[in-house]
């Protein structure tokens, strides 16, 4: 795709053997800021605003919209739908904040509002770099082996909270970093509830959910690379989510998997599902109680206090919607002293309006129609393309069931990996597109010469 290879690199970097420092490698600075970094540590000087992903992924959105206005050609790089569904969400986001300063809005409310918008902008802008920036297949893929990378460690983190039964952080500290909120082990029966770097371990299952189908998916279709480094992911993975006393990462966890199962072969499913019943009862042998406090969460599902506030909470999310039914009162304006939703889409209908939730909704189905759609449409059965599409639509659909769960755009490491996902689907969808990128899926070399597809 011409336009896609002018897309500006930055001089080689030193000891690179001349590998530019292109979009994926801009993204997976992301990746570290959002991963790598406590999520409730903030630059202090800048409050709310200050943490680090947040500045990187507005300095995205300024690279994005910078080649848009530069461009003497039009830019045809990755799926138009989801760049149209993020530039319509960030627009809706837009119209709320500027409907709700018009209505007036509380002292209280005001710094939320800014804090709420640019933390928008720096998603959308994540997710239009991955869109249209990413220049070919193998770059795509290594940035999806960084996301799984990244999130295999944080599962070992998870682990090691949970053996050790307290969080380690206790100790972290950044200069010129504050935590913007508390960060304390909860607990859940007899065990810690691991959250990793994550503000809360709500936050961390979907860290878990939407790494997980990633991680299986390539330890299915890397075959050029040994086992050991294939398959430690998933197992660090795995063991987290049955660890994790969350039941969003039970289900989280359960929606990847099912999305994936069409896409193997008979011998996959059974070599995977087998795998992981193996390893169930192993944990729930050798770590008594664990099948207790499991079994006591799903048996509680419906009559605990989280569950109830939910279902509670739709009169309620509806009744202060209509206020202001079309554009919300303001991303980030509806606090956690008014009342806790636990669910991502109630918030985002009293906060966006209905304009922006459909916006958003529309954003995540394009998202899946570009990877799963898009993938058994052009790909044939059994092709490491098909389920590369397969695997990154799982990690999506994980992460939109589970904003149905908790307020999930109110915490920045959810947002920003739903986000990136969805760039990373556009991408694949425009990727395939033309025929220079299409020749890229179905016969690209991996480092020792094994094609992408088989």
Known sequence: ?????????????????????????????????????????????????????????????????????????????????????????????????????????PPNESSPADSGLLRTAGWVGIGLLANDGIGSAERWLVLVRRMTLLGGLAALLGLAQFVAGQSLLEWLTLPGFSADSAHSASTRGDFIRPSGLATQPLEYAVVLSM????????????????QAARWWPVLALALATILSGSKSAFIGAAVGIIILVPAWSGAVRIRVLGGLAVLLGIVYVTVPGVAGTARGMFQSMGNDSSSLSRTDSYGVAIEIAT??????????????????????????????????????????????????????????????????????????????????????????????????????????????????????WTGIRLPDGDPLRE
């Not at 790494?211 to 040994?226: F, I, Q, S, W």
Request: glycine share 12%; hydrophobic share 50%.
């Open 211 to 226: 790494a997980l189908p990633l991680a299986l998916t390539l330890a299915l279709t890397d075959k050029h690379r040994n």
């Open 323 to 440: 206020r202001n039914l079309f554009f919300g009162r303001g991303f980030g304006t509806f606090l956690p002293r008014y009342r806790i939703f636990d669910n991502g889409y109630l918030t985002a209908l009293v906060e966006v309006g209905l304009v922006g939730l459909m916006l958003l909704v529309l954003l995540l189905l394009c998202a899946v129609w570009n990877t799963l759609g898009a993938g058994y449409r052009l790909f044939p059965a059994g092709s490491r393309a098909r389920e590369l599409g397969a695997g990154l639509a799982a990690s999506i659909l994980a992460g939109a069931v589970l904003l149905a769960f908790f307020d999930g755009l109110n915490f920045s490491v959810s947002a920003a990996l739903l986000f990136l996902s969805v760039g990373l689907a556009g991408a694949y969808r425009g990727l395939h597109r033309s025929g220079e990128r299409r020749g890229s």
């Open 1 to 105: 795709m011409a336009g896609l290879k002018k897309y500006p690199s930055a001089a080689p970097a030193a000891g690179s053997n001349g590998t530019s420092r292109d979009v994926s490698t801009f993204l997976s600075v992301y990746l570290l800021l959002t991963l790598a970094l406590p999520s409730y540590l903030t630059i202090t000087a800048l409050g709310s605003l200050g943490r680090p992903s947040t500045l990187w992924g507005l300095l995205g959105l300024s690279w994005w919209a910078f080649e848009r206005l530069r461009r003497t050609t039009r830019l045809n790089a990755g799926s138009s739908a989801v760049r149209w569904a993020l530039l319509g969400f960030l627009a809706a986001v837009l119209i709320s904040y500027a409907v709700s300063n018009l209505q007036g809005i």
